[in-house]
């Protein structure tokens, strides 16, 4: 696999840029064997459909990998889990000129998704939900996330050049499997940079906590894959950027037939090792 | 440029204003410093901690870097007023007021999962415990507030920033948690200038605390900021440090001193 990294000499956002809008080699299509393969594979392996949905997105499939520790908590909504929810909805207000600055953008996405909260076709849960029901304290924390990660976005990349061509923040790709339609991927990536309209090549790029670590491939090739088997009309993506901003790190995960063959085996384990454990929860 | 410049600002408008500067005077960006800092303290590191095992890297903050001995943990009210100061900076920055300092900084890290002990023991305080928290915090906070006017958005403030820098192919993390940011960043001249907000008075490591904060966002972001700051809001003293050659080699030096006493220390 191909690892590429930004130049060094260049200012951080324009070596960025560069590296995801270089022109891509030669588009190629997911091959049809892979993708039958894979779902053949996933419906066979995946935990039965009465143990509920089961979604793998970069993080379900690297923690299956992990040992096992005690009983993963209960989801629940915090500054942290909202921040890319409407951090990214921010940062496009403030690409397309609808808010002047990351705070203002952040302010008026919560305000709108506090608004929405009251149609009744929102679930209870729903983060707008969570947000109408929040005191003064625990707003501020919301939108303070959300703007840190608008502006992480905002000033990772030259936008002057990229107005044109990149979706921000548009609904992640999921792919739900034939045979076991209650198992999706999903491809968690914030911005697709369009490289060619003739061709629909395309970048991608990740923003992801902390520091890059040896899984960095793992996770961009997922990212991949899900975006692939999302997209059957289109080639694969050329390539999937990773930003760790709190490390300033950039890399560019080059995409190839092997890198589609190995994501594909981390899927069919992850889904073994799900499982495996779900049905020691259910069993238990 | 070579030396660091220490000063107390007197004012909240001095504090904002001596940190940003003047446009016109803001140093121009050498596009080869971070990566020259970056080889330097790599070849120091080497052989330091050339066979310690990347998945048990050792983590160090600018506190732990700058201190004589191995850190012990603060006491409880020290973290909590902490913790609460720090939510309460990031309402302050997006919503420009806070209006009940303890009831809104406690809903703030009730609604962190990671910050679950901490509010539980806050919950176990005494009643007079918790009072007295709750007036400290508010002294705490009317400091900060004089300390700092509103911040206008187009700065890009960004609150409660993790700088997380992996050195010696990870073995060693240098990492801080910069209480302010402000600042697009830089492409010809410095542009970012950061603020570490303590609860606790400024001792005689205060400068040097600010050189490892510098050093980190030298390297993380490929551009040396323009100017650091510490405000004290249990004294109201302020540092400042301008960026220069002097403060990053020092730092590179408290560093490499760290790693070095940490290694001889079993």
């Known amino acids: 696999m191909t690892l590429r990294h930004p130049s060094p000499m260049l200012p951080r956002a324009r070596g960025v840029t560069d590296l995801l809008a270089a022109p891509g080699v030669t588009p190629e299509r997911l091959d049809v064997g892979l993708r039958r393969v894979l779902a053949a594979r996933v419906a066979t392996l995946a935990p039965g459909r009465d143990l509920g949905p089961v979604r793998l ?19 629940s909504w915090s500054p942290r889990t909202s921040r890319r929810l409407l951090g990214l909805p921010a940062a496009r207000r403030v690409i397309l000129g609808s808010a002047s600055n990351p705070i203002a953008a952040a302010r008026a996405e919560v305000d709108d998704v506090i608004a929405r ?32 990660y608008a502006t992480d976005l905002l000033t990772a990349l030259d936008w002057t050049r990229l107005v044109d061509v990149a979706n921000v923040g548009r609904a992640d790709p ?29 970048s991608l790029l990740c923003v992801r906590a902390g520091r890059p670590d040896r899984t960095l491939e793992d996770d961009l090739g997922f990212v991949a894959l899900a975006d692939a088997l999302s997209r059957p009309d289109a080639p694969m993506p050329t390539r999937v950027v990773g930003l760790w901003p709190s490390s300033g790190r950039a890399v560019s995960l080059e995409v190839g037939p092997e890198t589609m063959r190995r994501a594909a085996r981390l899927v069919v384990e992850a889904t073994d090792s799900l499982r495996r454990r779900t049905g020691l929860v259910a069993a238990a | 440029m070579h030396t660091a410049l220490m000063s107390t600002a007197g004012t909240s408008h001095d504090l904002l204003g001596a940190l940003r500067g003047r446009r016109e005077r803001r140093p121009r960006v050498d596009p080869t410093l971070a990566g020259g800092l970056r080889a330097w303290i790599e070849d ?10 990347p998945a048990q890297p050792l983590f160090l903050s600018p506190r ?28 302050r920055v997006v919503l420009g007021s806070v209006v009940h300092p303890m009831d809104d900084a406690l809903s703030a890290l009730e609604a962190d999962p990671g910050q679950a002990a901490l509010v539980d023991a806050i919950h176990s305080l005494d009643p007079d415990g918790f009072a007295q928290l709750a007036a400290e915090l508010t002294a705490h906070y009317a400091v900060l507030a004089a300390s700092l006017t509103s911040i206008p958005g187009t700065w890009l403030p960004r609150t409660n920033v993790r700088l997380s820098v992996p050195l010696a192919g990870g073995r060693v993390v240098l990492g801080a948690v910069a209480s302010l940011v402000m600042g697009p960043p830089a492409d010809e001249v410095s542009t970012v200038c950061l603020l570490d907000v303590t609860t606790s008075s400024l001792d005689p490591t205060a400068q040097r605390r600010l050189g490892i904060l510098s050093l980190l966002e030298t390297l993380r972001s490929g551009a040396a900021p323009l100017r650091v700051g510490s405000l004290s809001t249990a004294t109201g003293e302020v540092v400042l440090a301008e960026v220069t050659d002097e403060l990053l080699r020092d730092a590179i030096a408290d560093v490499v001193s760290a790693v070095a006493a940490r290694k001889a220390t079993p």
């Open chain 1, 57 to 75: 997105d970069s993080y379900t499939l690297l923690q299956s990998r992990q040992p096992e520790r005690s009983a993963p908590s209960a989801f």
């Open chain 1, 117 to 148: 909260s009251s149609a009744p076709s929102i679930r209870p849960g729903a983060l707008g939900r969570w947000l109408a029901e929040a005191p003064r304290g625990v707003l501020g924390s919301v939108i303070a996330e959300a703007a840190n």
């Open chain 1, 174 to 202: 999921v792919w739900a499997v034939p045979g076991a339609p209650w198992v999706t991927l999903r491809a968690r990536r914030d911005v697709e940079i369009t490289l060619d309209d003739a061709t629909h090549t395309r």
């Open chain 2, 44 to 53: 120091d590191l080497a052989p330091l901690v050339g066979e310690a095992d």
């Open chain 2, 64 to 91: 732990a870097v700058v201190s004589e001995s191995l850190q012990t943990v603060p006491p409880l009210s020290a973290l909590a007023r902490s913790a609460l100061l720090s939510a309460l900076l990031a309402q």
